[in-house]
């Protein structure tokens, strides 16, 4: 009982204690965080501890620029702690009255996965308790992994392995999860199977999800080889796209390669309702994405026949690059976002939308 | 060897022809920035908002986004176009093709794999989820040189635990092992396969997760579908072995046609009940002259009561026919009105202008 007063009270602290002014489209921005490693090796002893481990996660870019953050522990499953201690907190958020006129969820890696869970369920659950629903009206989600990665798969099987000629998958997993896996250890990589991830909370609903991508290779490379298609180091790219399938792929859309190079791809077969691809950088890495990688360009999803048959061509954005081994006729055609070469992913995605 | 004036005569062309290309990669005039103007092929098919957000607030479902002047602009305009689209379906009838759909309503497992050096397992089970009594099918295929005995041996065991059911696989064809597992009397929960393979001798275990489902209720039969406040109402008959929260959905084809996904949340006591899915008027409209329609690719989830329970799945078989009623050709495209859908698309159209 005591616990659950103090863990409520620190919840209650984290949201009232945020100062942050700033927001996205005129509305608060409330953050959900990905996975922390450390917190599968080293278990967190309380709540404050967790919630430290949350506000460092977003500490170099997005946490001053939000108004709550929806901390949970990665040593949990989605189905089981995490659920108890993020639904805690959208309670708080619905009494705290923060979102009454709508606000935005800006998610990074897992936090997308946890932030879909929370969307399907928070109404009916909210309704129970007899509070009004957290009203979100876009949500933002970077690098998402609620399509899973297949180095979660691959971290299920090395659990129950100790063969020498593993040790190049283990070095990829560690690389991520900073954690040799056993089956005792794996908390919320369980939920970040493939198959798990993509029938946990699937259903589809009208709030817009808005995707952010990335292709960068961290880890010197060493997880490439376990993810299929294309991937931004921890995360593949029909997860962060919103792809309704875990095949491999290049893009999140047939016209436009994630350097922005107009040119045929392998894209999802379908995305899932209401997803829209809206910014892909091909050397942002999965973690640099929240703002510590600069000079990535970026590259907007964008068609140029996109309403109603009208063509709108954005030439001016667009630039012709000849290959060097290309003699004559044209170059290839690029299209990016101006700017974004001397940035971090994320402030180009603050930037664009204030 | 004496030079001749001909190799002479080369010689110098390809310095010059050398030198010249050398130039011209390097040159910065390579890359020519296009600066051309955005052009409209059919500007008199567009009309233009002075305040779209405005506008979209007094009907939502029928503006156009403005024309946009930069780039980030066209990436807004383009998902606020989009969603415009899909809001104007309600959530419980959301037009989808069938590649969307399969992903929100197929039990399909994707394989798993595993490199072992320069050899490859894969092992796929015939669906993910799997209601108590239904048999497995698990095939691994082995790629690559190592060599590996005609049997295999496997566990089906709770993630919580070390031993479970025996699974055996026999080899059906070169590097290919098929294995069954009746899940009778299995109780309810996450379960992994773990299959031991000896690989030139060295054993190497690899695991695909499944669940047992418990036996939530049997599809029965549709009723005579009508028409009612502009939605095609199809009654469902199930057997309701498990109280609780559901949600039940299902593909709607018309004609033979994939056109939505429908689906309704409810709360069912245990018996006999009748599940009514709406299609929206908005969805069938374009079809005033049906005849057929076919329910298809049941998923039916009992949704978690509280945080930190878990949803429970099943997959019943069945495809449902139904004569399409003799109102279905008054069902009318009349676009959603909801107030929480025209906020959305104002804060998309906000993006749109920042």
Known sequence: MSKTLTLAGLVTAALLSSTATASIGGKPVVLVHGFAPDQLFDNPDSFDEVKRDGDAYWADYWLSRAEATVHWDSSERIEGGIAEDAYRQVVEISRSGLCNDGCVFLSHSTGGLLTRFLLENQNRWLAQDGLNPINVLATIDLASADGGTEIADLGISLAYNDNFFLSGAKAAFGAVFGVQPTPDNLGVVNDLQTNEARSLAVTPNGIPRLRVVGGGSPYLGVTKGFIAGKDDGVVPVHSACGGTSAEPVDSCVSWQAMTGKLTNQKAPGALWYNHYPILMAEKSDHNGMRGTQGGVTATPVVNNVWVNGLVVDFAENRYEKRPWWKLWGSGDQYVVVPGSESKNLSAVVYDTLQ | ?354
Not at chain 2, 245 to 252: F, K
């Open chain 2, 1 to 354: 060897m004496r030079k001749t004036p001909l190799t002479v005569l080369l010689a110098i062309t390809g310095v010059f022809t050398g030198v010249g290309t050398a130039a011209y990669f390097l040159h910065d005039t390579n890359d020519q920035l296009w600066s051309l103007a955005a052009t409209a092929a059919q500007p008199s098919t567009f009309q233009p908002s002075t305040d779209p957000a405005k506008a979209a607030a007094q009907e939502a479902g029928t503006t156009r986004p403005a024309l946009p002047d930069r780039i980030e602009s066209a990436v807004f305009a383009q998902v606020a176009n989009a969603y415009q689209t899909t809001s104007r379906h309600p959530e419980y009838s959301a037009p989808m093709n069938q590649a969307q759909m399969n992903g929100y309503l197929s039990n399909n497992h994707n394989p798993v794999t595993l490199d072992v050096g320069d050899t490859t397992l894969a092992l796929s089970l015939n669906q993910y989820r799997f209601t108590e009594g239904q048999t497995l099918e698990a095939l691994l295929a082995k790629s690559g040189p190592a060599i590996t005995p005609t049997k295999l041996s496997g566990t089906a065991a709770l993630i919580t635990e070390d031993t479970g059911e025996s699974v055996s696989f026999s080899e059906i064809e070169p590097g290919a092992y098929e294995g069954t597992l009746s899940t009778e009397g299995m109780d309810p929960g996450e379960y992994d396969l773990r299959v031991t393979v000896p690989l030139d001798g060295s054993p190497i275990t690899h695991v695909a997760r499944f669940h047992i489902e418990p036996h939530l209720m049997d599809l029965l039969e549709a009723d005579r579908p009508s028409v009612s406040d502009n939605h095609l109402v199809m009654p469902v008959d199930v057997d309701v072995h498990q109280s609780g929260d559901y949600e039940i959905a299902a593909s709607l084809s018309v004609d033979g046609r994939a056109v939505g996904m429908v689906r309704e949340t409810t709360t069912l006591s245990k018996g006999k009940r009748t599940i009514r899915l709406r299609a929206h008027g908005t969805l069938l409209a374009d079809y005033p002259d049906m005849e057929r329609l076919t329910l298809d690719q049941f998923r039916i989830r009992r949704l978690p009561p509280r945080p930190g329970d878990t949803t429970e799945f099943a997959y019943p078989d069945g495809t449902l026919n139904m004569d399409a009623p003799t109102g279905a050709s008054s069902l009318m495209d009349e676009p959603l009105k909801n107030p929480q859908v025209v906020q959305r698309m104002e804060f998309l159209q906000r993006l749109q202008q920042q």
